[in-house]
């Protein structure tokens, strides 16, 4: 599952920061780095800089054009010919930061333990809040200039065509619009601002001790991150309990300490929800985007009217894998085993075929990124967990981490990441720089849209009943994973930043008890469908996306979309494709809420999430078929 935030265009620099990044850290299940790989596969980040000598020359480079752009400070207002100068130079400052970061950004995360990468990831980051810092000047500025003078300056001088969506944004946003000194005061707070993730990200990658457990194998396993994520599926359910058991425990010692650093985030949002005048951080958050706070809201009023549902699922679990009872530790075994694995080609060749619905040129794009050096594959010690796609520097491709361990889940990790990298390379074809940068809302649309064509491609295939079931799990657990699970993450995001909201303390061991209650209500603790520990409830501290700003649900309304796009492709519809792909070349000239309801896909109502869990049913109708066939 991905995660961008979207490039904060320059005449908006002042409300957020500038880097984008597509960031899928979720469910990979990794093997541990102790066991045999094959040869690694890694990118070639010379195509952004030859070595580091280039690098370091690029940044001072950089430190004198971020200087520079002071200059431009009260002379927004002269003349056209003066904005469009001013942007341009903003604008291509931006784009180069976003080169010099990205570099950085990938060396550190192919091994997280070395200082020196870490350390050059911090400097360019702090670039990058000087950046900020410098041009906070320019909303209150073009504030001041006014919108009438500005939209003749718009009208006069074609220079500016290219910054135009942006600059009205900016314009959008005037009741949240600071003065020049506070909007320059937030803006330098940015190297604080990043300091919880920061922390978090090295703790539980690099610091966190974490337990070694004896499997029934025999076999030794340090469980770190990608370790659960590889065991927590295990069919062996004691393994699964003990993994659960010593897993959770390790995050337990440190609940105290990481309820600390969320704590600190959530208070960032606030406040600067309460110093731009928003009414909610919720609010904040989304005025960037310009999604309407009614989406969040019918996002989460409809998943708990159809967790009906999804305890429909987890009885159809426990029928399928034969337990009395269920528990927290049973969710992620396949619901029937299979013993195929997929190397990188094989997942290459199954993208290439689900993907077949999109269209020559987008298969195009594909065959060209696969043919190219632009991924990490494999597992390895210190490398970053999970999976992400950055395609945030513009004049080269995208690049892509992966963890490939050979289950299917891999191959649709890996459909999942290109289905961002494609995005991307459409985006760029049909946008300059400046509105190249799509938002997160339909960033995740061109993801799992690819995962669910890829599961009816398996699907189409003459396969046997146990491979069919095998798939049609995979389904249900895309389902669970990507819309009821985030939107669980989003409540518990919500209800975190109410109770600071409120004036309240928020701790660790809060956090723990408001996501176990909401784990209890979702996985119908209290009806029996499933029995939850409250040992497990820590495992709000264990999610990464805690650290973005109301990130998740778009993981959610995204799989909604893209079920509702694929289900129009596989349906015949001959509108789909183009409307579809309009979509993603649109890149960030519009707003992602408005281009989705102009090509048919309200998030605001119920119809792409009752489309979504009708899908659901209708896997789980299939599912009955076939077991009261095979009499199980």
Request: a negative charge; one cysteine or more.
């Amino acid at each position: 599952m991905t995660s961008r935030q979207t490039r904060c265009p320059p005449a908006a620099v002042a409300a957020g920061v500038i880097v984008s990044m597509m960031m899928t850290i979720a469910v990979t299940a990794a093997q541990d780095a102790d066991r045999s790989q094959p040869e690694q596969i890694e990118w070639d980040l010379g195509e952004i800089y030859p070595n580091y000598e280039a690098w370091n020359t690029a940044k001072t480079q950089l430190e004198e054009r971020v200087a520079a752009l002071a200059g431009y400070r009260g002379r927004l207002g002269e003349s056209a010919a003066t904005l469009r100068e001013a942007f341009d130079a903003i604008s291509g400052t931006e784009k180069e930061l976003s080169r010099l970061y990205v570099f950085a950004f990938l060396k550190a995360d192919e091994d997280r333990r070395v200082p020196e990468a870490q350390e050059r990831r911090g400097l360019a980051a702090a670039l990058q809040s000087e950046f900020n810092e410098t041009v906070a000047f320019v909303s209150p500025e073009l504030l001041r200039v006014g919108s009438e003078t500005v939209q003749a300056y718009l009208a006069e001088e074609p220079g500016l065509a290219k910054h135009a969506f942006n600059i009205r944004n900016t314009l959008r946003q005037e009741p949240h619009t600071l003065s020049d000194e506070a909007e320059q005061v937030i803006a330098a707070t940015g190297p604080i601002v990043q300091g919880p993730e920061r922390i978090y990200a090295m703790l539980t990658s690099s610091d966190m001790p974490f337990p070694t457990v004896t499997l029934s194998t025999g076999a030794e396993v340090r469980l770190d991150q990608a370790a659960y994520s590889l065991h927590r599926a295990s069919r062996n359910r004691d393994d699964r309990k003990l993994v659960f058991d010593r897993f959770w425990g390790a995050w337990k010692a440190y609940e105290t300490t990481l309820g600390q650093t969320l704590d600190t985030h959530v208070k960032t949002h606030v406040f600067q929800a309460k110093a731009r005048r928003y009414d909610s951080a919720l609010d904040a958050a989304l005025s960037g985007p310009n999604i309407p706070t009614s989406v969040y809201q019918k996002l989460i009023e409809a998943t708990h009217r159809h967790l009906p549902s999804l305890h429909r699922y987890f009885r159809l679990r426990q029928r399928i894998l034969g337990l009395d009872d269920l528990h927290y530790y049973d969710i992620y075994p396949p619901l029937v085993a299979s013993d195929r694995t997929f190397d990188i080609d094989e997942a290459k060749a199954l993208t290439l075929a689900s993907a077949a619905p999109l269209g020559d040129h987008y298969l195009e794009l594909l065959e060209e990124g696969f043919s190219g050096t632009w991924m990490h594959v494999y597992p390895q010690q210190g490398k970053a967990p999970g999976a992400y796609m950055y395609g945030d520097i513009f004049d080269v491709h995208p690049f892509l981490l992966l963890n490939h361990n050979g289950q299917f889940h891999d191959v649709s990790t890996f459909t999942h990441e290109w289905g961002h990298a494609i995005h991307t390379m459409l985006a760029k074809e049909h946008n300059p720089y400046e509105t190249a940068g799509y938002a997160t809302f339909t960033a995740e649309i061109a993801s799992t849209t690819n995962e669910v064509l890829l599961q009816e491609h398996m699907l189409g295939q003459d396969i046997s009943d146990q491979e069919r079931l095998f798939y049609l799990g995979t389904a249900l657990e895309a389902a669970r994973g990507t819309f009821f699970r985030q939107v669980m993450f989003a409540e518990f995001e919500l209800k975190i930043h109410e109770i600071v909201e409120a004036g309240e303390a928020l701790s660790g061991e809060k956090m723990t008890a408001v996501y176990e209650a909401l784990l209890r209500q979702y996985h119908g603790a209290d009806a029996g469908v499933m029995t939850i520990d409250p040992a497990y409830a820590v495992e709000w501290a264990f999610i990464p996306h805690f650290y973005r700003n109301f990130y998740v649900f778009q993981y959610a309304t995204s799989i909604a979309g893209g079920t509702r796009f694929a289900e129009r492709f596989l349906n015949g519809d001959a509108q789909a494709r183009d409307d579809y792909l309009a979509v993603l070349s649109a890149g960030g000239s519009r707003y992602a809420y408005e281009l989705l309801r102009e090509y048919g896909i309200d998030l605001a109502t119920d119809a792409p999430y009752d489309a979504l869990i009708a899908r659901m049913d209708r896997v789980m109708d299939q599912i009955e078929a076939i077991l009261d066939r095979q009499g199980h």
